[in-house]
């Protein structure tokens, strides 16, 4: 059974940061690229990172290229979404996302990966 759960997340102003982290548990960590999406009301969930097993490669959106940086621990089985430079459109539900191998394939596809978290709220103010 693999489970995933986010945390971190919470109420920031424009031009902060947050980091939120992803503990993801079942399976072995580093053979497993991770991914993070977020979902705004209203909107459909999007693609904003990913990172593959070992940590090499990394891919991110346009829209948070340059602020947001994604990092693993393979030893805490444990990914991170380091978020800079808020803006209110990040608002959004941040979900994490375990891929079904090592490298990232077609990582920015939803129906890529095959387990979720629960999700993690972030709200950034004007």
């Known amino acids: 059974q693999v489970q995933v759960v986010e945390s971190g997340g919470g109420l920031v102003q424009a031009g902060g940061s947050l980091r939120v982290s992803c503990v993801a548990s079942?399976?072995?960590?580093?053979?497993?690229?991770m991914g993070w999406f977020r979902q705004a009301p209203g909107k459909e969930r999007e693609f904003v990172a990913a990172?593959?097993?070992?940590?090499?490669?990394?891919d991110y959106s346009d829209s948070v290229k340059g602020r947001f940086t994604i990092s693993r621990d393979n030893a805490k089985t444990t990914v991170y979404l380091q978020m800079n430079s808020l803006k209110p459109e990040d608002t959004a539900v941040y979900y994490c996302?375990?891929?079904?191998?090592?490298?990232?394939?077609?990582?920015?596809?939803?129906?890529?990966?095959?387990?979720w978290g629960q999700g993690t709220q972030v709200t950034v103010s004007s």
């Open positions: 990172i593959s097993g070992s940590g090499g490669t990394t």
């Open positions: 079942g399976r072995t960590f580093s053979m497993y690229a």
């Open positions: 996302a375990v891929g079904p191998v090592r490298m990232l394939g077609r990582a920015r596809s939803r129906d890529w990966y095959d387990y």
